[in-house]
């Protein structure tokens, strides 16, 4: 029986950074903690639905509660002159306070764009996503995507599946497409994922991203330089003579 792991989790403390950052003093800190940064995410995947938000990372230290929102459409999300940003950090502060009334922090919402939007995997999902709700064929939509996607120099392979009723089948099934190469098994590997869901007339299609991003490898040159060692001599010995 085959072990899936997750693409993001199996390359932790290698090639990627924990999404959450903070120290917890005991046990019941460290429960609230979780379960504040879990009502966080839900809050703003269903608050930013629709804006191609990707990953939302959370830290925390002793006086300030820092939240970094990366999107492709910053525009949408802080508003104009900021109304919407001023706005999505107040109710983000009602969650917190509800989720966790003795926290004091002071709560700090940063919006990052995201410049290659095709290099993120939960973009493309929403793309997808974006596509199928509007009505159109699942494969034209995965064929153009694809198309998008390893049209950027930085995308070595690319991988859609999508599964459910496609195009409004009595019997459910999954269909995917891949272009270039997607090696999951290798840790220097950046690889991107990222799953979301449709919400059509006819029910829930699952849509899953994979997007392989070259490998990254550590920069393996001493700051130092060792001197060189002096070639060793060996003694000559005379034979005859």
Known sequence: ????????????????????????????????NVKVDEMIRRFLAKRLRGTYSSKVEIERSAAELRVAVSTARPGLVIGRSGENSVKLRADLAKVVRAAAPADKRALKLDVVEIHQPETDAAVVAGMVIEGLEKRMPFRRVLKQTIEKVIAVREVEGVRIAVSGRLGGAEMSRKEELKKGRIPLQTFRADIDYAHDEAHLPYGVIGVKVWIFRGNVYQDKRASVRMPEAAPMRLPIRQVGG
């Open 1 to 32: 029986m085959t072990h899936i792991v997750h693409p993001y989790a199996h390359r932790l403390g290698i090639i990627r950074d924990w999404k959450s950052r903070w120290f917890a003093a005991d046990k019941a800190s460290f429960r609230e």
